[in-house]
C-alpha cells in the first residue's frame, strides 16, 4: 500500500474524525514524511524495526535531538502506526521494542518582572509609522504578559470573544480542544481599550480580534514573527511568544496567585503540568520558606 496515500488517510481521519488542531495534523504530516524520505519509504512494507531505529540514532547523534524531540517523533509515528494497525495495514507496531529516552527536567524558560516592564515600554515607545501599529503591537504583548494566551490562541481570538466591560476571554477551543475564561486585569484592559478605538477609527470590521493594519483581515503568523523579530532586535531582550507565556505564570505566582486557578488560566489539562513554574520562581519559594514556624522562635548570638 503507497505510504503517502496512507498518510493523507490518516490525516483525513485525525482532523475529521479525531477532531485534532491543524497544527497537529501539521505535524503528522512532516514527521511521516521526513521518517520516508530519511529511510526511502515508498508503500508501508518497506517500514521496519531496523530502519526506524537508524532514524533515531541518527536523530539523536547527527541532528542532536533533546529528549523531547526524540518523544515528539516516537510518539506521532506510533499514532499513525496505532491506526495503520487497525485498519489491518500492519501486523503490529514496530516502535514497541525502541526505548524512549529520559527527558530532562528542566525549569521553564521566563524573563524577569524587570525585563517585562521594559518589554512592553520598548513595544510601546517604538518609533511605529502609524498610531494603530503602537496600540495594536502594545496590546498583543500586553495579552501575552497579562493572560498568558497561547500564540495560536491569540491569532484566533474574535472580537467577540474579548468582554473588556466584563473583564474576561473567552478562548475558544484552545489547545486539547478546550473552551476556558480567562479573566482580564485592569492594566490589560486598558491597553485593549486604546487599540479597540483605534481599530474603530480605522474602519476594521473582520470578525478577529486583532487585525492587519493595510487589510481588513486578521493578523497573521508571519506578521507576528515579524514583530517579535522587530521587538527582540529594539529591546536587546532574547524572548520567544512561548516565554511570554512562561513569564506570566511565574509572574503570577509570584504576586500570589494560587496554583489551581493558574491552572485553569493557563489550560492546562492536569495541574501536574502548572505546578513547575512553583520550581520557576524563586521569589514564590522565598516567600514560601518564610512560613516556617519557627523562623520567629530561633535566635542565635
Known sequence: MDIELLAHKFCDYSH?????????IKRYQRIISFYC???????????????????????RTYRHWQ?????????SLTVFFRWCIANNYLAQNPLKDIELPKVEKRLPPKLTKQDAMTLLEVVYNYPYDYKF??????AIFSMFIFSGLRKSELLKLRLADVDIPNLSIFVNQGKGSKDRIVPISYTLAESLKRYLEERKRLGKTCPEFFTSLNRNMGFRN???????????LASGITFTVHKLRHTFATLMLEGGCDIYSLSRMMGHSDIKTTTIYLSAS???????VGK????DLVRFG
Not at 529528549?67 to 517523533?73: A, K, L
Not at 524563586?282 to 514560601?288: G, T
Request: glycine residues 6%.
Open 282 to 288: 524563586a521569589e514564590h519559594l522565598r516567600s514560601q
Open 16 to 24: 475529521y474524525m479525531r477532531g485534532y488542531s491543524p497544527e497537529t
Open 133 to 138: 501599529l503602537r496600540y495594536r503591537n502594545h
Open 292 to 295: 516556617h514556624p519557627l523562623n
Open 67 to 75: 529528549s523531547r524531540t526524540f518523544i515528539v517523533y516516537y510518539h
Open 222 to 232: 508571519i506578521g507576528l514573527k515579524r514583530l517579535v523579530g522587530k521587538i527582540r
Open 37 to 59: 524520505r530519511f529511510a526511502d519509504i515508498k508503500t508501508i512494507e518497506d517500514i521496519t524495526e531496523n530502519n526506524l531505529r537508524e532514524l533515531f540514532v541518527n536523530g
